[in-house]
């Protein structure tokens, strides 16, 4: 696959793309790796991308996490990216469907790295929308027993009251999904790329790709992905994620997008359920929605935490 040439930061390889064919979607998906001596090989990493995301801003961090000793797998979720229906329309994502491709990538990853002779070890690595989604397969996913490990950036479980649109407007979203015909009806959306980026350069690559593609999200997707977060904070979520995964929530405390209160919210109290293992929460100081994609200093802290846990639980700590 080519790389984007406007990304803000060209890596040194690039990622091989497959479209994958599932049920009703043809998923774009993308594998980050290297030649590397087999003992070298530490496991692999499915990406869970958040909202309206975009790959090009993860070259330097698919770099470095590759350099570190992992492969990466990638995939536009349904309704973003270059993934389309079978029928050629866009499409739209719904709990079910959330859930149910990180099912079938978790089963397509393993059988790979079972045909390519290299241990089962698959961890996943969330960012926002994609951290809600992460934190409740932990709870409720099919394969949840099967993961090495989870990282989530800036989980979405609370949207910051600079982004959240206000209660009237949740309920009367929440009223319109009633109707089946309602919950694809497209909404414009809007998120301060100074609220995502820490990097100017990151912010201002956000801003051009934002006025050549404003966001829209359908009714059922931002209904969907603000009350998945919100239950996280329920008993009957929280106290039924996997006891023995390892989870780690990376958050600064100046995201305007993903309010950090939620990853205290929610570190508290699946910490406080009994027989929690290695459930870990670093909040970052002046720290943005994407540590990522932040100021350099975040972004070196952020990527060597998150190394530094799959290196922990991948066997491979020094």
Not at 75 to 92: I, M, P, S, W, Y
Not at 112 to 127: C, F, H, N, T
Not at 233 to 247: A, R
Request: with cysteine; glycine share 8%.
């Amino acid at each position: 696959m080519a790389l984007d040439p406007r990304a803000p930061y060209q890596p040194s390889i690039s990622p091989l793309e497959r479209v994958i064919t599932v049920g009703d979607c043809k998923y774009y998906t993308y594998i980050w790796k290297r030649d590397r001596d087999p003992s070298a090989y530490k496991g692999r990493i499915l990406f869970i991308h958040g909202y309206r995301d975009s790959q090009q801003v993860y070259y330097y961090t698919f770099e470095k996490l590759t350099e570190a000793g992992y492969d990466v797998f990638y995939f536009d979720q349904r309704g973003e990216g270059k993934t389309v229906l079978t029928n050629g329309k866009k499409g739209t994502a719904s709990e079910e469907t959330a859930l149910g491709a990180v099912d079938y990538f978790i089963e397509f990853n393993l059988k790979e790295l079972a045909d390519e002779g290299k241990p089962s070890r698959l961890s996943i690595l969330s960012v926002s929308m994609g951290g809600g989604i992460a934190l409740n397969y932990s709870a409720i996913g099919r394969y949840r027993k099967k993961l090495t490990c989870i990282v989530n950036i800036a989980p979405l479980i609370l949207l910051h009251e600079k982004t959240y649109p206000g209660i009237v407007t949740e309920t009367l979203v929440r009223g319109l999904c009633v109707a089946p015909f309602m919950r694809s009806l497209h909404v414009k959306t809007y998120i301060h790329p100074e609220y995502i980026a820490g990097d100017p350069v990151y912010e201002e690559y956000l801003r051009a790709r934002m006025e050549k593609k404003p966001l829209y999200a359908t009714l059922v997707e931002s209904r969907d992905f603000v009350l998945r977060g919100r239950r996280l904070l329920s008993e009957e979520y929280y106290g039924k994620v996997e006891k023995e995964l390892p989870i780690l929530i990376c958050h600064g405390d100046a995201d305007y997008v993903n309010d950090v209160e939620g990853s205290k919210k929610f570190f508290e109290k699946v910490n406080g359920v009994k027989g929690m293992k290695n459930k870990r929460l670093i909040i970052y100081p002046k720290g943005r929605h994407v540590l990522y994609i932040g100021a350099e200093e975040t972004r070196e802290k952020a990527l060597k935490d998150t190394i530094e846990f799959l290196d922990e639980f991948n066997g491979a700590a020094e």
